[in-house]
C-alpha cells in the first residue's frame, strides 16, 4: 500500500520552496494543495486542490478555507502532511491532526532568517516535526534544523 502524501503551501516563495523538495516524495501518492489553481500545471499527474488563501487579518475567510480543508483532507486521508509554510497551512496541519491524527511536518520558509514566521511559531504546537532552514534559529525546544530546502 502505498503512502499518501498531502504536500500545502501558499503562493510566492512557499510554493517554490515545496516544489524544490518534491522529489522527496517519489513513491509515494501525492496530492497538493496551495492558493493559487494555476500551480496545478507545475504539478501534472498529481490532484491539485486550490483553496482560499488567508491571513490572519482575514479571520473572516476561515469561514471558507476549514471547510474547504476539511473536504480535502477527508478526501485524501493523507498518512502525512508537509507544508513550506503559511497561514492556510498551519489550519491544514492542524486539521489533519485533529480529525486524523495525520502525522505533520512544517519546514518554515528561508525567508525567515531572524524569527520564525508567526505561522511557523505556532506550528510547533501542532507539527509532529518542526523545522527551520536557518541554524541560528534551531533550538532545542523546536525547531530543528536539518539543512536548507534552497
Known sequence: MTRKVMAVASGGGHWLELCRIAP???GFEVAYVSVHPNYADQVAGHR???VRDVSR????????????????ILR????????????PALFALMLAKL???????????????????????????????HLTQW???ARHSGPA???AVL
Open 48 to 50: 491539485f486542490y486550490a
Open 76 to 87: 485524501e486521508r493523507p498518512d502525512v502532511v508537509i507544508t513550506t509554510g503559511s497561514f
Open 99 to 129: 480529525l486524523l491524527r495525520t502525522r505533520t511536518i512544517w519546514i518554515d520558509s528561508i525567508a525567515n532568517v531572524e524569527t520564525l514566521s508567526s505561522s511557523g511559531s505556532l506550528a510547533r504546537h501542532v507539527a509532529d516535526v
Open 145 to 147: 534544523y536539518w539543512g
Open 135 to 137: 541554524p541560528g534559529l
Open 24 to 26: 522527496a516524495f517519489d
Open 57 to 72: 487579518r482575514d479571520l473572516w475567510g476561515l469561514a471558507v478555507l476549514v471547510p474547504q480543508l476539511v473536504r480535502i
